[in-house]
């Protein structure tokens, strides 16, 4: 039972756009968060951004403003639109709902999670 599908990587030259796209089902979605994870080779898991289900974005301290982060009105998809990408952006992202309501806003912790995509490999050459 597949309850988030990322989709929308690939190889791509530096500068160039990507548009990731997850798809939710079941429990996974209208869920109150979903969001974006990536890990870099030899890195650990690091948060890119989030949106609650009112449409509210938190993007990660290093996310440069080249990251957006958007949600379809019925909850059921979430898409994240990189520009100007680099080669320090290559990763596989994933994508991630949390179901219930956070006390401390949007979470950033990938432990705050429930639900989790297989990921989707995004590959920059300079």
């Known amino acids: 039972q597949v309850q988030l599908a990322e989709s929308g990587g690939g190889l791509v030259r530096a500068g160039d756009s990507l548009r990731l796209s997850c798809a939710a089902s079941g429990r996974a979605s209208n869920s109150a968060y979903m969001g974006w994870f990536r890990r870099a080779p030899g890195q650990d898991r690091e948060f890119v951004a989030a949106i609650n289900r009112y449409g509210t974005p938190y993007y990660g301290r290093s996310m440069n403003g080249r990251f957006t982060i958007s949600r379809d009105g019925d909850k059921s998809a979430v898409y994240l639109q990189i520009n100007s990408l680099k080669p320090e952006d290559t990763a596989v992202y994933f994508c991630?709902?949390?179901?219930?309501?956070?006390?401390?806003?949007?979470?950033?912790?990938?432990?705050?999670?429930?639900?989790w995509g297989q990921g989707t490999q995004v590959t920059v050459s300079s």
């Open positions: 991630a709902a949390r179901q219930e309501e956070h006390e401390y806003g949007i979470p950033v912790a990938a432990v705050s999670y429930d639900f």
